[in-house]
């Protein structure tokens, strides 16, 4: 079945950025919807009851028909609510329904709060967009002279740093600050800086220690870490209104109300919570996509990303610099455009500014339609959303603005091309024995360990163990289990010691993101 660029680009991006997965429908039972009083003071001046009634029915549907367990929906008109509501149940194992306070991971929208905290900073003349790298931060160095003195703040927020992407890392090991800025070394320059659009999650994470260090903060690990948590409470949570949205992974799990993040099982055909500690994955890149929060405060978020004013009415930033960051750079992917932490597209017939983000269990978006004044935010606890949250997006937006609904029947064509690449993946592997395992036993560098356990063939990371299956050629195996065709894992006995070789299963256009680790003993 064929499908257009946007459709092969949300398959793609499902299975790049995130954990594979799919959803069990929740049923109606357990569906439910709540309304913030926020939400029932304002949606009266906007929104009738007659649509806020086809919004609910709407997107309890589309829970079902796109399989998610649970999902949190807002909408804003500038600095207004006018629509917020919790769906389904926070996961399979803990059918609590999803109230406006649950948290959720925000994934790489956090993007754009980075560069919404840089702004700030632009706006007291403590930084510039065109600054260079090099002079922002002691010691930058690129794998090309060219580019690391060439290289801008502009740029590194563009995604156009010329630095090949490679993400593999990112759940093997954690890197602060410092070290994040010295292993930029090791990375290969494809292009100048400027030319080419290459999605980078450690440049990106880089640019908020930068906000730091314009900031005053010392050149150390804890300082750049502090300082950049500062700068995001006291420049854009605190002043947006985002009171439960956090940075901090412990104070998520000190909370109950939270989500759970699911991916879908190929082996079991079905849907599974994900170890939650697996998200800890972002601690490398936290300015990039370490952020947790509500649905309440990502939609004060998009209505400052509209206005420049926070729910008090208190400006965040300057209509220049907010301008700025929606501003396009270079063109992304499908002729998509991309600014500051966000997408540039057509929505409706109008300008739309948007960016979703992904943890290993979880999907999220934030839409903006300027013109219209119009914002619509959607979080979901099922990574692999793409294709719902873009359902959900347009049914909303057209139902604020009066439109005629389209028919959604394209995005779940999407969703179901989705699961038979998955059913294809789990179908294609097959368990290992332990006499299959024996010869790749053993610890390997970052503290990673290859084992047999009772679940099979296992890679144990910092963060969770990753079942290992087999592809049908000695030495090459796919994850399974939860981490479905996450990764692929080659073992080269040919040298001694033997290495490992981890990748994403499917690479960005093509593009290997790999990362090999020695064999260091039994």
Not at 217 to 231: K, P, V
Not at 295 to 315: I, P
Not at 447 to 464: H, P, S, Y
């Amino acid at each position: 079945m064929m499908f257009s660029s946007d459709s092969r680009r949300v398959i793609q991006n499902t299975l790049l950025a995130s954990s594979l997965a799919l959803g069990l429908a929740c049923s109606s039972d357990d569906d439910t919807t709540q309304v913030t009083d926020a939400s029932a003071g304002n949606s009266d001046a906007s929104l009738t009851s007659a649509q806020q009634a086809e919004l609910d029915a709407h997107i309890t549907s589309a829970l079902e028909r796109f399989q998610i367990p649970g999902a949190a929906v807002g909408i804003v008109r500038g600095n207004e609510l006018v629509y917020e509501r919790g769906f389904g149940v926070r996961g399979v194992d803990d059918r609590t329904p999803v109230m406006q306070t649950t948290r959720f991971m925000f994934g790489s929208v956090n993007k754009s709060m980075t560069s919404l905290m840089l702004a700030t900073l632009v706006d007291e003349g403590k930084l510039g967009w065109d600054d260079r790298m090099v002079d922002c931060i002691p010691g930058f160095e690129l794998a090309s002279p060219a580019s690391t003195t060439q290289l801008s703040l502009r740029q590194a927020l563009s995604h156009s740093s010329g630095i090949g992407r490679l993400d593999t890392p990112l759940f093997f090991r954690v890197l602060g600050p410092t070290e994040l800025i010295r292993a930029t070394r090791e990375l290969p320059v494809l292009d100048a800086p400027g030319e080419v659009f290459q999605y980078h999650n450690q440049m990106y994470a880089i640019t908020g220690y930068v906000g730091a260090l314009a900031a005053g903060s010392e050149f150390d690990d804890a300082a750049l870490s502090a300082n950049y948590t500062r700068l995001m409470q006291d420049r854009v949570l605190s002043p947006v209104g985002m009171s439960r949205t956090t940075l901090d992974f412990d104070t998520v799990l000190a909370d109950a109300d939270h989500a759970w993040p699911h991916s879908y099982n190929g082996r079991s055909g079905a849907l599974e919570a994900v170890p939650i500690g697996i998200e800890h994955f972002t601690l490398t890149t936290t300015p990039a996509g370490a952020a947790w929060g509500d649905v309440s405060d990502l939609a004060a978020y998009a209505s400052t990303q509209l206005t420049g004013l926070g729910r008090s009415g208190r400006r965040v930033v300057s209509d220049e610099n907010l301008a700025a960051l929606h501003q396009k750079q270079i063109t992304g992917y499908d002729d998509q455009g991309y600014a500051f932490g966000w997408w540039t597209r057509e929505v409706l017939g109008m300008h739309a500014v948007s960016h979703d983000g992904d943890g290993m269990g979880f999907t999220s978006e934030v839409l903006l339609l300027p013109e219209a004044d119009l914002g619509v935010v959607v979080l979901a606890n099922r990574v692999a959303s793409q294709a719902f949250y873009r359902a959900v997006e347009q049914f909303a937006a057209e139902t604020v603005l009066g439109r005629e609904h389209a028919s959604d029947t394209e995005l779940l064509a999407v969703n179901d091309e989705l699961f038979s690449v998955l059913d294809g993946i789990a179908a294609s592997t097959a368990p290992v024995s332990r006499e299959q395992a024996a010869p790749y036993l053993g610890r390997y560098g970052d503290d990673v360990r290859v084992d047999f356990t009772n679940e099979g063939l296992v890679i144990q990371t910092l963060f969770a163990p990753f079942t290992l299956e087999s592809m049908g050629e000695p030495g090459v195996f796919a994850s399974g289990g939860v981490m479905n065709g996450r990764f692929k894992a080659t073992f080269d006995d040919s040298v001694e010691p033997m290495r490992v070789r981890l990748d994403l299963l499917l690479s960005e256009e093509g593009v290997p993101q790999e990362y090999v680790l020695e064999r260091t003993g039994e």
